[in-house]
């Protein structure tokens, strides 16, 4: 028999999608899902934003991080932030431009990330704390 705790415990995982054009074919994308996939084991990849919306929604009881890259989020951004599974996104931009104006206005965003190693640090403590 499982205890209350123990039960919370399993519903609070999350899963980890990065939706991003580029994902298979950017040697910098292909370093940062290495270095993800360390310490993530529930990591998806997705090129098509329709295919990764649908997965979503077709897993009503899970819950998802998201990062996006910042030219796929503009398209994306409002119908992930709409989807109860959907607890955090992440912003990846390869520029230094970035709208602040989104997170105002999508509180589910919980950063824009510009640098590689950032991006994995900050993946990193937010699956140790939602681990914990």
Known sequence: MTTNV???KIFETFSFIWLNTL?????ECIKIQE???TFI????????NDKCI?????LPNDRFVLIINDRLGKKVISNAHSLRQVYSIYIYSSDNVTNKRWIKRYPKIRSFIVKFDELVSQIRSYHEQSSQ
């Open 6 to 8: 123990q039960e919370s």
């Open 23 to 27: 994902i298979n074919d950017s040697s």
């Open 35 to 37: 270095c993800l996939r």
């Open 41 to 48: 084991h529930d990591f998806k990849t997705f090129q098509n």
């Open 54 to 58: 649908q997965y979503i929604e077709s």
